[in-house]
């Protein structure tokens, strides 16, 4: 899927995460139907404590100016959103998710949490795979010409500007998965056809099925990118992989799909040294090799 239309996707936008990239603290509830007229602004303003409404009015500021550079994303077709993903047969052993491609088998080793969850249990994401005769996917999404319209803002040393389209850029790239899940929830997988959510449920992952990213708590470890890359082959979507495991362009998003009923997001948290070693040995990797990968998890 290259070029998707901005349209499609900017609905799936999380502003929430885009203003805590801004260190933009609070919620902004209803913020996208302030229009610039003062009586809508004061009115949307008067919903907020006195001392809060300073914070509220700068982020009605960045929000209308992410508003007007993503209309220049759309008008001056500066961007292109690209997505790839597969559904494959898998299954699961042990802590281990095997996904067969065309006669290849990808082995992606998983972690299991050293203390449990909240409902008492200890997750590895091997949990929500049968045995055998399951099936698992894999996505990716990223947007192309970020770093050169920043570029253009950068020579001006109008650094402003220049953030303001990386971070917008980083939110999208999320949009589009969001997207992207919704579209194989209902129709390439198939597995929840007569799903019927809002895009602010959605973004509440009320759905069925999770998508977890590579890099994130429950697939903390980087390295997985690689196994990926001959599932996807990143480079028809105009993804390049850098040797630490860093997609490029920097606006990208990767992981799996999950469509197990029962699934859910957890973090890893810390693992001890037995668990590093037997990852490493699954890994097929040195233990002092799997440490620079899973750092923030020792």
């Known amino acids: 899927m290259n070029d998707i239309p901005l349209a499609e ?24 139907t302030v229009h610039d007229c003062l009586s809508c602004t004061t009115s949307w303003l008067r919903q907020f ?8 009015e700068e982020a009605l500021k960045l929000f209308k100016n992410a508003r007007e550079m993503l209309r220049r994303f759309k008008e001056e077709k500066l961007l292109t959103v690209n997505a790839g993903f597969g559904i494959f047969p898998g ?37 929500f795979l049968a045995s055998e005769n399951d099936y698992v996917g894999a996505f990716a999404t990223t947007i192309r010409g970020v770093e050169e319209f920043a570029e253009t803002f950068e020579k001006n040393d109008n650094m402003y500007d220049a953030i303001l389209v990386k971070t917008l ?13 919704a579209e194989v929830r209902h129709k ?18 009320t759905y069925q099925g ?24 990143f480079h028809d979507i105009g993804i390049k992989l850098t040797e ?26 810390k693992i001890d040294e037995n668990q590093l070693t037997d990852y490493a040995q699954r890994r097929g990797m040195k233990p002092d090799e799997i440490r620079k990968w899973l750092a923030s998890n020792l």
């Not at 404590?49 to 509220?56: F, I, S, T, W």
């Not at 999770?210 to 082959?233: H, N, T």
């Not at 920097?250 to 957890?266: D, E, I």
């Open 9 to 32: 996707i900017v609905p799936f936008i999380d502003w929430t995460f885009f203003f805590m990239a801004w260190r933009v603290s609070g919620k902004y509830e209803g913020i996208e």
């Open 49 to 56: 404590p006195e001392a809060d409404r300073p914070k509220a």
């Open 91 to 127: 299954y699961a052993k042990d802590d281990d998710i095997f996904i067969r491609d065309n006669g290849a088998t990808v082995v992606i080793p998983t972690l299991r949490q050293q203390h449990p969850s909240t409902d008492g249990f200890c997750y590895s994401l091997a949990d």
């Open 169 to 181: 850029s980083d939110r999208l790239a999320e949009a589009a998965a969001e997207w992207l899940h």
């Open 188 to 205: 390439y997988w198939g597995y929840a056809p007569d799903e019927d959510l809002s895009v602010k449920d959605m973004l509440k992952t």
């Open 210 to 233: 999770i998508r977890p990213a590579v890099g994130y708590p429950s697939l903390p470890d980087q390295s997985i990118i690689f196994s990926l890359d001959p599932l996807l082959k």
């Open 244 to 269: 630490n495991g860093a997609m490029f362009p920097n606006a990208s998003v990767c992981g799996l799909y999950f469509a197990h009923p029962r699934s859910k997001y957890f973090m890893i948290g």
